[in-house]
C-alpha cells in the first residue's frame, strides 16, 4: 500500500516530468529532499540568458518559481501534470517576463495555449528593471543543441 510519506510515490512524476523536460530543453536538474514531505527541483539552461526554475512538490501542491519572482501554485501531481509542461514550455521558449517597480515585482508568462498567468509580488531586494528571459538552448534529438 502507498503512503504519502513516502517522496517516490507523489516525487517520482515531478522528476520524470523535469527530466525528461531538461534533456529536450538543454537544461540541467537536481533533486533535493528539503523535508519528509517537500522534495525540491533546481532547474537552470545550460547557457545564460533563460530563467531559472524551483519546482517544490508535496503531496498536497507543486510550486513553481522561476526568474527574480514569478511563482505558480499547482494542484498536486499526477492532477496537474499538463499544467506543469505548460508552464516550463513557456519559460522555456522565453515567454516569461518581470518588471520590478518601486515596490513590487510583476511577472507575466504566455502560455502556448494563448492563456497569460501574471501575478505581482513584494520585490524586497530584487533591483528595479525589466526582464524578458531569453529562450532555452533546445537539443535536437541526438542531444546537440539546436
Known sequence: MSSAKTPDNWASGAEDILSHFASTEGATVER??????LVGFEVSPRSGGGARVSVTTSPYEVIVQAGR?????LDALPGSAD?????LDAIAGGRLSER????ALTFRLEIGSGR??????????????????????????????A
Open 32 to 37: 533535493q529532499q528539503l523535508t519528509e514531505l
Open 69 to 73: 519572482g514569478a511563482r505558480f501554485e
Open 100 to 103: 520590478r517597480d518601486r515596490l
Open 83 to 87: 499544467e506543469l509542461r505548460e508552464i
Open 116 to 145: 497569460t498567468l501574471s501575478g505581482r509580488v513584494l520585490a524586497r531586494g530584487i533591483p528595479r528593471g525589466a526582464i524578458q528571459y531569453q529562450p532555452y538552448p533546445r537539443r535536437t534529438g541526438r542531444g546537440e543543441q
